[in-house]
């Protein structure tokens, strides 16, 4: 399992399956692309990273090391990752009636797609929650991934980074001209002013009486 779960870090931490997403964009493009998350979650891989142009890519491994990379658009990332959040956040009470029991976020120009759902286990008077992601392929196809609910609030928060990162790297440059700060002009400190010498005392000429001569 360990052997197994080093070849699919390898071949998803090296940008092999989100390179391939990535062909088709300018180098540019790709150079800009940020790495968010590197996930092992129940039996699978998930890698999470952000680009332009609003980009989320998302590339994830399942157990029998089959692969698919999604790109989504950052608007439907925050969508989905609010549905799935209330999902999680109802544990094992029921559903309202207005919540989704099964998010799910498409690709906008294939049937690539990850949807989420709820697994409820009643054993020896106790229930137990797993959340199984299904990722699914051009065919189809695809497989899940079965997490605990921690792993699962771990993969909507590297979602809800990478969306935050894509409008980041999307955001037009800032052009706006802003002056430097004119510097107060410093004067030099005034020499003090000299005091006065001191005026000597007045002497008054003595008045002591000689005595006569004899």
């Known amino acids: 399992m360990g052997h197994r779960l080093a070849g ?12 391939s997403a990535l062909a088709v964009a300018p180098a540019r493009a790709a150079a800009q692309v940020q ?4 996930l092992v979650v ?24 089959h692969t698919v990379t999604l790109t989504f658009d950052a608007g439907a990332v925050d969508d989905f990752v609010g549905d799935a ?21 498409e690709e906008s120009a294939s049937p690539r797609a ?19 992601v299904f990722v699914s392929d051009d065919k189809l196809g695809g497989f899940t991934i079965v997490t605990t609910p921690a792993e699962m609030r771990s993969i909507l928060l590297a ?3 990478a969306a935050r990162a894509a409008y980041a790297a999307s ?3 800032d052009t706006t001209h802003h002056p430097k700060p004119k510097r107060r002009p410093t004067h030099p ?21 000689q005595p006569a001569p004899h």
């Not at 699919?8 to 390179?19: D, H, M, N, Q």
């Not at 980009?55 to 994830?60: I, L, M, P, S, T």
């Not at 959040?85 to 976020?105: N, Y």
């Not at 400190?189 to 008054?204: I, V």
């Open 42 to 65: 129940g039996d699978g891989v998930m890698v999470v990273k952000a680009g332009p142009e609003k980009h989320v890519y998302v590339g994830a491994a399942g157990a029998d090391t």
């Open 171 to 173: 955001a037009p440059p």
């Open 114 to 132: 990850i949807s989420v759902t709820r697994h409820v286990d009643r054993a020896h008077g106790t229930q137990t929650v797993s959340y199984h």
């Open 189 to 209: 400190a005034a020499a003090p002013t000299p005091s006065p010498a001191p005026t000597p005392p007045a002497t008054t000429p003595s008045t002591t009486t």
């Open 85 to 105: 959040q209330a999902l999680v956040a109802r544990g094992t009470r029921p559903l309202p009636t207005h919540a989704s029991d099964r998010p799910e976020i």
């Open 159 to 161: 979602l809800h980074k």
């Open 8 to 19: 699919w870090c390898w071949l998803l931490g090296t940008g092999a399956a989100i390179g």
């Open 35 to 38: 790495p968010i998350a590197n």
